[in-house]
């Protein structure tokens, strides 16, 4: 019996490194949007998606929107983003253009409002 609690011990501080590792190489969350411009908010928040301030990014955890309206939705908050990353994946420059072009995005930025 001790034999198996100390197994179950060991898997259970397993897991919980990887979930450790996972998280730092996604820090912050799950998505991360750079605003072109310094940002003065520290939050903000995108029909039901909160998003934080965290050094000059804002991150999410994930949102019920797809990637590319989520992108969308910051960037109307934000002005234009120069980078975008879902689960540790950036944008590529089509995709980020997408983003920054969708109506309604433009230059402004929260840093100037």
């Known amino acids: 019996m001790r034999q198996v609690l100390a197994f179950a011990a060991a898997i259970l501080v397993g897991s919980t490194m990887i979930a450790a590792t996972a998280d730092a190489q996604t820090p912050g969350g799950y998505y991360v949007a ?3 411009a310094q940002p003065a908010k520290s939050t903000l928040v995108t029909r039901s ?3 934080s301030l965290r050094g ?5 955890a ?3 929107e ?3 309206v989520l992108c969308q939705l910051i960037a109307r908050k934000t002005g234009q983003l120069s980078g975008f990353t879902v689960a540790g994946k950036a944008y590529d420059a089509d995709q980020l253009a997408k983003c920054n072009g969708a109506r309604g995005v433009g230059s402004a930025s929260v840093a100037a409002r």
Do not use: G
């Open 34 to 36: 750079t605003p072109a």
């Open 62 to 64: 994930r949102a019920p």
């Open 56 to 60: 000059a990014d804002y991150v999410a």
């Open 66 to 68: 797809r990637d590319a």
């Open 49 to 51: 998606t909160a998003w």
